[in-house]
């Protein structure tokens, strides 16, 4: 068996971040040591990083770039992902419970049946972001911008939505009970067919 370097390193200085040798080695295997060791990959370049179905739970991917990423079925929770670039990525299955996604970017990212319990997604942009059957229940979504996006079937019920942009967005059958809004919560051209939206909080 060969053994092989693989080295992580920062997505804008290049500064190497974490390097592993094992027989072979792999960009995945390499994050898994790192992980297993408790190394932060703040800022790495993981662009393109397939981590279907893996544990990373409290990972610290705080300003990484996983553009184009698969994410598929992975525990993620309690994870630091502030200001994360996953635009474009697949996280289908994902558990993101009690995970920071504050200033994240997931523009047109696939989110089907994830888990944001307690999510913390303030300033964050998930535009034409596909975030069907997801459970998003106690989360932060104010100043976040969900336009054109999906939310068919989601629920958001407990979920303060302040200063939220969903215009555009489809919300059809997606239980919205007792979310929070304001003034500046953008719902021009939503689709709320069949929504359940009892016991909204209205903060003006």
Same mark, same amino acid.
């Given at each position: ?6 080295? *992580? ?42 981590? /279907? ?29 502030? @200001?994360?670039?996953? !635009? ?8 993101? !419970? ?16 994830? *888990? ?15 975030? *069907? ?16 996006? !999906? ?6 019920? @407990? ?5 939220? /942009? ?12 007792? *979310? ?25």
């Amino acid at each position: 068996m060969n053994k092989n370097t693989i080295v *992580i390193k920062h997505k804008l200085t290049n500064a190497v971040i974490f390097k592993h040798t094992q027989n072979n080695n792999s960009i995945r295997a390499t994050v898994l040591r790192a992980h297993k060791l408790s190394i932060s990959l703040c800022g790495a370049n993981l662009v393109g990083i397939n981590l /279907d179905n893996e544990n990373l739970a409290k990972i610290n991917l705080s300003d990484a770039d996983l553009t184009n990423a698969s994410i598929l079925n992975t525990n993620l929770s309690g994870a630091n992902l502030t @200001n994360i670039n996953l !635009s474009n990525a697949d996280i289908n299955g994902a558990d993101l !419970s009690n995970v920071s996604l504050v200033n994240a970017n997931l523009r047109c990212a696939r989110l089907y049946n994830v *888990i944001l319990h307690n999510a913390d997604l303030r300033m964050s942009l998930l535009n034409a972001t596909e975030l *069907i059957n997801a459970y998003i229940v106690n989360a932060n979504l104010n100043d976040v911008d969900l336009s054109y996006s !999906s939310l068919v079937n989601a629920n958001l019920s @407990n979920t303060s939505m302040l200063n939220t /942009d969903l215009r555009n967005t489809d919300l059809r059958n997606t239980d919205l009970s007792n *979310i929070s809004l304001n003034k500046n919560t953008n719902l021009r051209h939503a689709i709320i067919t069949n929504a359940n939206l009892t016991s909204i909080n209205y903060h003006g």
